[in-house]
């Protein structure tokens, strides 16, 4: 029987892929605990306290430690320097200085930030829902149409 370790296949990273996950399940747990709390209820001190280290060291997570893991692991056990170029399959983006036809140069370290640079804007988006979520979850959407003197909706049902 042929035993597969997936962990250890190359481009396989556990302290990266924990820390996306773990980040990632830190700031859905927000879900659950705000449909679970009543809208009207104010916010004690120590709430509020507890709440902003919370917030605060799920985004320390997702802006410094999730990126920083991923950029360690690009480096050291990829090889993803500024002098390893990408030339793509077939060296379709090899670039021209080298004999190909692509007008300019990508190295592996430029791939790597644009990288770094995606899973911030998946944890910017990630934040901005779960904040807008959490100021409207008290909203309730009214789907009454406006009748007139008569009692006849104003508007056509589509």
């Known amino acids: ?18 820390s996306l996950l773990l980040t990632t399940a830190m700031s859905l747990v927000v879900i659950p605990f705000g ?46 320097r500024k002098d390893k170029f990408l030339n793509g399959p077939f060296d379709i983006l090899k670039a021209q200085a080298n004999g ?27 934040m901005i829902y779960l904040f807008v979520w959490w100021q409207k979850r008290g909203e309730k959407t009214s789907k009454e149409v406006a009748t007139s003197s008569y009692g006849r909706p104003l508007v056509r049902k589509g």
């Open 35 to 80: 449909k679970r709390r009543p809208v009207d209820k104010k916010t004690t001190w120590g709430e509020a306290m507890l709440g902003s280290t919370y917030v605060f060291f799920t985004m320390f997570l997702a802006f410094g430690v999730v990126p920083h893991q991923f950029i360690v692991h690009a480096d050291n056990e990829l090889g993803w």
């Open 1 to 18: 029987m042929l035993a597969i370790d997936i962990l250890k296949w190359p481009g396989v990273n556990q302290a990266f892929l924990f």
């Open 100 to 126: 190909g036809n692509f007008p300019f140069t990508l190295s592996y370290e430029a791939v790597r930030d644009v990288i770094a640079i995606v899973i911030h804007v998946y944890f910017i988006a990630l």
